[in-house]
C-alpha cells in the first residue's frame, strides 16, 4: 500500500516538474507573439497616421509656397506646429519633432552650411540619421523643395515631359517608432524600435498673378 502511494506521489511530482518546464519554453514564446501582434496592430494606426499626417504637411507647403507673401515652403517647426497633434495622438511612446538643429540655429539650415548645421540642409535619407541626432524613439518631420521643371521650348520646337512644372514639395516622416517586442527577438525590430520612412510629394499650386 505504502508503496503504491508513493509511485504516486512521485508521478505527480514528475508530471508538476514537466509542466513547469513546459510553461518555461512556452511562456516567453506566447508573450513574444502576444506583444508582436500589439506592435503590428500599432503600427498599422502609426503608419497611417504618419502618412495623413505627411500628406497634410505637404498641402500646407505646396499652398504656401509662391504666394504673394512668400517665395519659400514653411520651416519644419511651422509644419510639425501643423501635424503635431495628429502625430503625438497616434505615436505611442515616440517623440515628434522638426528636423531642426537641436542646440537652435537656423531652420533648415542654409545651403553650404558648415558644422553641425550641415546635417540639417537637407532631410535625412535613413532612420539612423534621426536617431544620431535625437536619441532613440523620435520622428523627425522634415521638407524639401525641388527646383522647378525648365520652360517648355518655343514652337515649332516639340515640349518636353514635364517642362514647365512647378517646383514640388517633399514631405518625410522619418524615425524610429516605439516598440513593445524586447530587442534581438528576431523580428527585424532593434533596440525596442520599429524603423519609420513616410513621404509625400505634391506641386506647388499656381496663383495667378
Not at 146 to 162: G, H, K, Q, Y
Amino acid at each position: 500500500m505504502g508503496g503504491a502511494q508513493s509511485c504516486r506521489c512521485r508521478h505527480r511530482a514528475r508530471g508538476r516538474a514537466q509542466a513547469t518546464i513546459e510553461f518555461a519554453f512556452v511562456a516567453p514564446l506566447f508573450f513574444l507573439c502576444f506583444f508582436a501582434a500589439i506592435d503590428a496592430g500599432l503600427w498599422a494606426i502609426q503608419t497611417s497616421a504618419s502618412v495623413s499626417a505627411a500628406d497634410q504637411a505637404a498641402r500646407l507647403g505646396a499652398a504656401a509656397a509662391n504666394t504673394p507673401q512668400s517665395e519659400d515652403t514653411p520651416s519644419p517647426k511651422v509644419l510639425l506646429a501643423a501635424v503635431r497633434t495628429q502625430l503625438q495622438t497616434a505615436l505611442f511612446g515616440t517623440r515628434v519633432v522638426a528636423w531642426c538643429p537641436p542646440g537652435g540655429g537656423a531652420c533648415p539650415a542654409p545651403p553650404g552650411a558648415a558644422g553641425a548645421a550641415a546635417v540639417f540642409a537637407s532631410c535625412p535619407t535613413a532612420p539612423d540619421q534621426v536617431q544620431q541626432q535625437f536619441g532613440p524613439r523620435t520622428v523627425a518631420v522634415c521638407d524639401d523643395t525641388s527646383a522647378p521643371a525648365p520652360a517648355c521650348p518655343a514652337a515649332p520646337l516639340p515640349s518636353t515631359p514635364r517642362c514647365g512644372d512647378p517646383p514640388t514639395v517633399t514631405v518625410h516622416v522619418i524615425g524610429y517608432l516605439a516598440s513593445l517586442v524586447p530587442p534581438l527577438s528576431g523580428l527585424g525590430w532593434h533596440a525596442g524600435e520599429i524603423p519609420i520612412d513616410v513621404v509625400a510629394t505634391t506641386h506647388t499650386l499656381r496663383f495667378a498673378p
